[in-house]
T-cell receptor, first 116, second 115 residues
């Protein structure tokens, strides 16, 4: 499968614990995005990388959230001191830069987080 | 920032009927409008997209129209089939800074096609 992959697919944790998710984009894609999706809502943008540089962060991304893409390939999203409100599907997407923007973003299967 | 409104939230049709989902956006600078289909428990998948330099695009049973003046765009599915049942999301984006595009999604439309 050459699409976007995410690991783990499901995570159950207790409030206050730290969790880390991984995203492997399509190999030639230089842009990587993290989104959060709650039930009945569309994906909400969290952060964006171009290669290894994190260029944009949403106001939704509190100080407890950190994302990295150390070598411009895979990315990790860490949530520290999880809260019940963090329960959601965390989606990763990747794209190949296109002049003028508007390139297709390909989504991974997501990591479903449940904070008890 | 951009705001995307999507209607209806649910849509039930009989197999063979047409389905129309409508979205409006707030930022007149938005220039790219994709539509994603998300089946239960699966990832969003792009089904069609349109850029602001065209008014309509078709791909077999699916078409999208864009009215830049009114800032709205619509998804049209003809001859619906049960396998079209899913949640459909519209989105809007614009190129900023280095050219990247942040997608702002609507809240989704659950389409149910009954045999």
């Amino acid at each position: 499968d050459t699409g976007v992959s995410q690991d783990p697919r499901h995570k159950i944790t207790k409030r206050g614990q730290n969790v880390t998710f991984r995203c492997d984009p399509i190999s030639e894609h230089n842009r990587l995005y993290w989104y959060r999706q709650t039930l009945g809502q569309g994906p909400e943008f969290l952060t964006y990388f171009q290669n290894e540089a994190q260029l944009e962060k949403s106001r939704l991304l509190s100080d407890r959230f950190s994302a990295e893409r150390p070598k411009g390939s895979f990315s990790t999203l860490e949530i520290q001191r999880t809260e019940q409100g963090d329960s959601a599907m965390y989606l990763c997407a990747s794209s190949l830069a296109r002049r003028g923007g508007g390139e297709t973003q390909y989504f991974g299967p997501g990591t479903r987080l449940l904070v008890l | 920032g951009e705001n995307v409104e999507q209607h209806p939230s649910t849509l039930s049709v009989q197999e063979g009927d047409s389905a129309v989902i409508k979205c409006t956006y707030s930022d007149s600078a938005s220039n790219y409008f994709p539509w994603y289909k998300q089946e239960l428990g699966k990832r969003p998948q792009l089904i069609i997209d349109i850029r602001s330099n065209v008014g309509e695009k078709k791909d077999q049973r699916i078409a999208v129209t864009l009215n830049k003046t009114a800032k709205h765009f619509s998804l049209h599915i003809t001859e619906t089939q049960p396998e079209d049942s899913a949640v459909y999301f519209c989105a809007a984006s614009k190129a900023v800074n280095s050219g990247y595009s942040t997608l702002t999604f609507g809240k989704g439309t659950m389409l149910l096609v009954s045999p």
